[in-house]
């Protein structure tokens, strides 16, 4: 979920689900630098900058949990690291969770972005995802049933 939608789980009660604290960050301008997670593979180590439109916004994740798994990091401008900005949590009701805290709705992801969003849904439903498309490439993917 981006961060819009786990500060909204987080107002209704369930944060302590999500394994992290989301807060509202008023920057107009954020970089993300990839972790070295065995889920970002070659994208590990590049910075995602990003930049947002009214109504938009980046959230700060803040670890509540032990076993968080960090697949971001937000950087000032001296890349100095200011908090997690992407991660991934088992709960203890063993439910899988990933938090991007970007505002998923504004524009187009980066390959690196994109990377972390396929290799996560797959990571949430444990290896069972049909089909995964690793190239950026502009394909339909149908499953046959059967």
Known sequence: ????????????????????????????????????????????????????????????????????????HYQDNCGQTRGLASTLFENASGGRVAVFGNFGWDSAPSAARRNQYVQAADWISRGRLPVIVESVAQVLVVPASG
């Open 1 to 72: 979920m981006d961060g819009l939608a786990a500060l909204r789980v987080q107002e209704r009660g369930m944060g302590d689900l999500l394994g992290v604290r989301v807060t509202q960050m008023p920057q107009a301008l954020f970089r993300e630098r990839i972790s070295s997670d065995p889920l970002n593979g070659g994208h590990a180590g590049r910075v995602w900058t990003k930049y947002f439109s009214p109504g938009g916004g980046a959230f700060m994740l803040e670890a509540l949990a032990s076993g968080i798994r960090a697949l971001g």
